[in-house]
């Protein structure tokens, strides 16, 4: 099994090329790089991640896949015909001399057309292209996890299995290369116990049948979930709290979109009240997450009350200028005192400032009613301009009633040299409606539309509790703002026929958007038993496309409500304060709605009795938040802290067992000739919004070493994730990538920045590329010099005291020993696939060689001890059948950590290929059926060399004396002996080597 090779034919001629692919998965890399540089006015070449995949060749990766150019297209041209971004990035990479995988179908068997015109198009290019590159196709990447619909959609499971025996065929017979699919399932978490498919359910057992090339999708790695996180606070004192972005993160942090928020509140003392704000931190050694006390003022009144921006609040400067432009503020107010009185806390480009909203028309009579804080005169269109990939301006919109018992509206607006202003020329007058609260948002706009976001895609919402309704949205390219319905009427029903909800609050959606875009929002409620949110797809004032769910779960009362984004779901999910506790949904609210119902859960370890919009309590490029919970203890924030001080044991445990089964259930059960690879994803793909966290180094390179140990030949590596999802920080400190496409937090500074970095370093080990050079592992794996050693060679053992005891059953230590035929080095590659430290005695002997006769080199992992050992017990006289020795070379695993690899050589110390001061014995045919015994013998024991039948009785002794410096020869006649199987034994009294011997006349 070990050491088998890959072939396949060279497209266009009859040559067939063996070679080991390492293969670095490029998707969608360059394209998505493409277009964040160009949003940020940075030049860049046609093809940014060649640069990337040179760096990965001079590693030693050979391969990379290139498909997304190909599925992104609704039909793809045939090839040669108009622009071809797919063939000038897999020329590219050819022209390096790195071979390619290709592919471009859609995982979709209603897609026929689009999937035959890749399988044309890539015949053709294959065809077209033969020979032209130092780089060759080697094969056909076909379909993202096939496995999973198959699971999902069982009634059509046949179905998928049809549409990848179909295209595997046909790419092997038409275009004559191997062909790959992503297969990820392999079993079932069931109560928190990993229970794997049976050998008639697996459909990795299914699939692999189909397949040339298995690749197994299961992303193992280290965990790296969020906890809820509850500060400790005295909250007696607390009149107002909640978070939004009120200070920038320092460079390079705010070029993300989703800058960090921080906690403000405003706090009653004894000589009145004050403001103050927290920020999110983690210790100088990240093992403890705080709120940190950065900014605090006192008040010169006790407001009544507040509005704020929340998550949606940004940093919009100018990157390439460094300038910053945070959009979040909080308004303060005393509703019995005059309009002046409202003050407004924002950053002023240098620091935190407290500064009053600018008077107007009535302001020393009029009394403030209700605020909101939004942004206004959003301009996307300017994508090259300074680096700025949107601009927007702080918007305050207050409601004011005079002396007379009016209503009015004002608008304020950020000055470009500081404070505020109005933002419009006459206050909006209000009849016959005063509303109860005011919600911004960007509600309004066509989706399908190329410039679906501008300035009037947002604006405020003026509600009352029985729903009725009016929105002020800007005047497009004027500097005012218009109430809509005009006249003084209002909309009704803004949530049908349901009214006085529980809660009202804002979520989001991102759908197909870019990841630095605005967000689409709903304006939401819960009632009693039903959510229900709303927005106008189609731009216009009115909100009539109602969503209405019911809302299911153990409890019998909502007391409040509001929505949060955590990690690993693909947009917000409802938080709600229960007579039962703090209860969440079960999935997305977007999700929720294809359900049509939201189903509540417990949140485990959280309390509250108040609840506020969420917070982005780190820096990520997605605007995942954490739910925020006030009680009399503290300040609970939901989802919030990462910890990463565990393995995900689930994915580790069925890591191993995968290749086993695919290529034991799979590969055997066909007669092409395939091969297995292991795709290495660092975790966090959910939102994309995770900051990466990747195994050790010792863990990495058990990633990537296991495959080999269990007999697959290939390496595959998603490059979405490590290339886009890491800091990427090369030697000299500079980025791979610039930093708007890193993940930030705490790995960003813990030591698990460069993923890429660690990926190439653990291949450049088994490659022979490391500084210092090596053994290339990966290579002996095909080298017809090397032999795999069996069990009788090498083989696991327990040592003790008294000496070592062969365990060929324990497969504690797998391993993979490979030694050369002309000069006796010897290769081992070891894996611990327990989540334990190897106990104490755990070792891999070598009988008949001695730890005198080689130097043990580690090249990555763990590094053994190694000695020579006498057999535990004594040895019958039956010993020879099994080819065991009284004596070995152990290599003592004791304390090698868990789910990590060894990676050894032994290089022997003698010449002439076996050891000079070793004892052994070999067995030599030749013409004519003589056979020769060459052996050598040390120590000062008299050795005998004797001839054994069958049933063990000695039947001649060939030669008897003690050591000596040189080679022996001796040959046996077939004339002198009966044919059949005879036992040649070298013995002495501290070693027995037995090897077999056939006769023939």
């Not at 207050?398 to 505020?420: A, M």
């Not at 999802?725 to 790995?747: A, F, I």
């Not at 005198?852 to 053994?864: A, K």
Request: charged letters at 20%; hydrophobic letters at 40%.
């Amino acid at each position: 099994m070990h050491g088998v090779n890959f072939s396949y034919t060279r497209p266009g001629t009859f040559e067939i090329v063996t070679m080991f692919p390492v293969v670095w998965d490029v998707r969608g890399t360059g394209l998505v790089y493409c277009d964040y540089l160009d949003a940020y006015s940075i030049p860049h070449p046609e093809d940014p991640v060649l640069s990337l995949l040179v760096e990965a060749q001079q590693s030693g990766f050979n391969t990379a896949i290139v498909r997304s150019e190909l599925s992104r297209l609704a039909v793809p041209d045939p090839y040669g015909t108009g622009n071809d971004l797919f063939a000038e990035t897999a020329n590219a990479i050819r022209e390096t001399g790195m071979n390619v995988i290709v592919g471009g179908f859609w995982t979709n068997f209603w897609k026929v057309e689009h999937n035959d015109a890749v399988l044309e198009y890539l015949y053709e290019y294959v065809r077209q292209t033969a020979l032209m590159y130092d780089g060759d196709v080697i094969g056909i990447f076909g379909f993202d996890e096939p496995a999973v619909k198959f699971l999902e959609n069982p009634d059509d499971g046949y179905r998928w299995l049809g549409m990848v025996d179909d295209y595997s065929t046909q790419c092997r017979e038409r275009i004559g290369l191997p062909f790959t699919s992503f297969i990820s399932k392999h079993g079932d978490n069931v109560s928190g116990i990993w229970v794997p498919y049976s050998d008639t359910t697996s459909v990795l057992n299914r699939f692999s049948r189909f397949l040339d090339m298995v690749t197994l999708n299961m992303y193992p790695v280290k965990n790296n979930n969020r906890r809820t996180r509850t500060f400790e606070m005295s909250t007696d004192s607390i009149l107002f709290c909640g978070a939004t972005n009120l200070l920038p993160s320092p460079s390079p942090y705010y070029e993300v979109f989703c800058d960090q928020d921080e906690f403000y509140t405003i706090n009653s003392t004894d000589g009145g009240c004050s403001f103050r704000v927290y920020e999110f931190i983690w210790s100088h050694d990240f093992e403890d997450f705080e709120l940190k006390l950065s900014w605090e003022i006192d008040l010169p009144f006790v407001p009544t009350d507040i509005a704020a921006s929340d998550f949606r609040a940004s940093d919009t400067g100018a990157r390439a200028g460094g300038n910053h432009n945070v959009n979040g503020a909080v308004v303060l107010w005393d509703s019995l005192s005059n309009a002046g009185g409202a003050m407004v806390v924002y950053f002023d480009g240098t620091d935190l400032v407290l500064s009053p909203l600018p008077g107007f028309q009535c302001s020393g009579i009029a009394k403030p009613l209700a605020f909101c804080v939004g942004e206004t005169g959003y301009r996307w269109n300017e994508r090259i301009f300074d680096g700025v990939i949107g601009r927007s301006n702080t918007a305050i919109l207050g409601v004011y009633v005079d002396g007379n018992s009016e209503v009015f509206v004002n608008v304020f607006s950020r000055r470009e040299w500081g404070g505020f202003q109005l933002d419009i020329r006459n206050p909006l007058q209000i009849s016959d409606f005063t509303p109860d609260r005011v919600i911004w948002g960007r509600f309004w706009g066509d989706l399908d539309s190329e410039n679906w976001l501008n300035n009037n895609d947002c604006g405020f919402i003026l509600l009352k509790e029985n729903g009725h309704y009016i929105t002020a949205r800007p005047v497009s390219g004027e500097k005012n703002w218009i109430l809509i319905p005009e006249g003084g009427t209002y909309y009704e029903t803004l949530f049908g026929t349901n009214y006085e909800p529980v809660s009202i609050f804002i979520t989001r959606e991102y759908s197909s958007e870019l990841q630095w875009s605005a967000g689409i929002d709903f304006i939401s409620a819960v009632f009693e038993d039903r959510f229900i949110r709303t927005r106008s797809s189609e731009g216009a004032a009115s909100f009539d496309s109602l969503t209405d769910l019911e809302i299911l779960g153990d409890y019998t009362e909502i007391i409040a409500a509001s929505a949060y984004h955590p990690d690993k779901r693909y947009g917000d999910v409802l938080l709600c304060i229960t007579d039962a506790g703090i209860l969440e949904s079960s999935s997305s609210i977007q999700s929720a709605e294809r359900a049509e119902f939201i189903e509540l859960q417990e949140v485990h370890y959280a309390s509250g009795q108040e609840i506020y919009s969420g917070a982005r309590v780190l820096n990520t490029r997605r605007p995942i938040r954490a739910g925020i919970l006030l009680d009399s203890s503290g300040i609970c924030f939901t989802a919030s802290e990462l910890y990463w001080d565990y393995y995900d044991i689930m994915r580790f445990d069925v890591y191993s067992m995968c290749f086993e089964t695919a290529m034991d259930n799979g590969v055997r059960t066909t007669d092409i000739d395939n091969c297995v690879f292991a795709n290495i994803q660092s975790y966090g793909r959910h939102a994309f919004g995770l900051p990466s966290y990747c195994a050790s180094q010792d863990t990495m390179l058990y990633m990537v070493t296991v495959p080999l140990i269990k007999g697959c030949r290939g390496l595959v590596f998603y490059a979405m994730d490590l290339a886009l999802k890491s800091g990427n920080l090369k030697s000299d400190g500079s980025l791979r990538y610039p930093n708007l496409l890193q993940n930030w937090g705490p790995s960003r500074d813990h030591g698990n920045i460069d993923l890429v970095g660690r990926i190439h370093k653990s291949i450049a080990i088994l490659t022979g590329n490391q500084p210092g050079g090596g053994p290339n592992f990966l290579e002996i794996l095909v080298n017809e010099r090397y032999g795999a050693l069996s069990d009788e060679i090498a083989v696991n053992c327990e040592l003790e005291a008294e000496g070592y005891l062969p365990q060929p059953q324990n497969s504690t230590l797998n391993f993979l020993a490979l030694e050369k035929s002309d000069d006796g080095r010897i290769l081992i590659l070891v894996s611990n696939d327990s989540h334990y430290p190897v106990s104490a005695g755990q070792a891999i002997c070598l009988p008949g060689r001695f730890a005198e006769d080689y130097l043990i080199h580690t090249y990555g992992g763990f590094s053994p001890i190694s000695e020579t050992v006498m057999r535990r017990g004594a040895v019958s006289s039956m010993a020879f059948n099994n080819n065991q020795s009284n004596i070995g070379l152990v290599l003592d695993m004791s304390g090698m950590p868990a789910v990590s690899v060894s990676l050894l050589e032994l290089e022997p110390t003698f010449e002439g290929g076996h050891p000079g001061g070793s004892t052994f014995l070999e067995v030599q045919f030749s013409g004519g059926g003589s056979v020769n015994l060459r052996f050598k013998v040390t120590g000062i024991d008299r050795s005998t060399l004797s001839l054994y039948d069958l049933a063990g009785r000695r039947i001649e002794t060939i030669w008897t004396g003690a050591s000596f410096p040189d080679v022996m020869e001796i040959a046996l006649s077939p004339v002198q002996r009966p044919s059949g199987l005879y036992f040649a034994v070298l013995e002495s009294q501290h070693y027995f080597i037995s090897r077999k011997v056939m006769m023939f006349p």
